[in-house]
Each structure stands twice: as structure tokens, then as C-alpha cells.
Nanobody, 124 residues
Framework: QVHLVESGGGLVQAGGSLRLSCTFSGGAFSMYAMGWFRQAPGKEREFVAVINWSGGIRDYADSVKGRFTISRDSAVKAAYLQMNSLKPEDTAVYYC?????????????????WGQGTQVTVSS
């Protein structure tokens, strides 16, 4: 059973940076695409970024392009989300998800496994 654990969230001022981590266990990391999603109070969970199994394909939501970078490290079975130039509208609980297969998806329903989430709060 795949198990995901996020960390790295916190409180930061607008314009600041945070790096989220997602550790992966219980399966073959190289068989999964890894995605980051977020959910603000009263809103649905939305796509942020995704990286394919090899790290060669990445996709981002328009709202974070140029500010966020997704990466993965197979040696330690982890995925990361570097968030720069943070804005108050980035405030949300951030979740990592794992999708088995060679393709990538921006759809919540395609992800089989989720972490518990980590809170990111950006003050103005």
C-alpha cells in the first residue's frame, strides 16, 4: 500500500518562498506520476503541478506557472514543490497524490493515493 506524507508548509509573507516535500513508501516510486493539488476553505481541490515517472514531463496550473517548480528524487523516493513569489491566494492545504502509469493527469479522480496535506498560509 502506497503511503504519502507531506511536509514543509507554514506561514509566510507575500513574496516569500516555501518548499514542500512528499515522501513516498510502500510501492515502486518509479511507476507513479506525482502531483500536487491544493484546497482552500470552501473550494474544491484543484490541480497545481504534476511530474511524470521519469521527471521528463511536467505540467503546471496557469496560476502558478513561472513561480512554482515540481521535482522528484528517485534515490530518496520524494517529490517536491518549490514555491516562490507566494501570494495570499496561494493559501490552502496542499496535497500530494500518486498516479500509477506512464502518463500525467491534472484530474483529482485519476490519483489513487493521497497524503494528509500540509497547510500553507500566505499573509499580505
Amino acid at each position: 500500500q502506497v503511503h504519502l506524507v507531506e511536509s514543509g508548509g507554514g506561514l509566510v509573507q507575500a513574496g516569500g518562498s516555501l518548499r514542500l516535500s512528499c515522501t513516498f513508501s510502500g510501492g515502486a516510486f518509479s511507476m507513479y506520476a506525482m502531483g500536487w493539488f491544493r484546497q482552500a476553505p470552501g473550494k474544491e481541490r484543484e490541480f497545481v503541478a504534476v511530474i511524470n515517472w521519469s521527471g521528463g514531463i511536467r505540467d503546471y496550473a496557469d496560476s502558478v506557472k513561472g513561480r512554482f517548480t515540481i521535482s522528484r528524487d528517485s534515490a530518496v523516493k520524494a517529490a517536491y514543490l518549490q514555491m516562490n513569489s507566494l501570494k495570499p491566494e496561494d493559501t490552502a492545504v496542499y496535497y500530494c497524490g500518486a498516479e500509477e502509469g506512464l502518463t500525467i493527469s491534472t484530474s483529482v479522480s485519476r490519483y489513487e493515493y493521497w497524503g494528509q496535506g500540509t497547510q500553507v498560509t500566505v499573509s499580505s
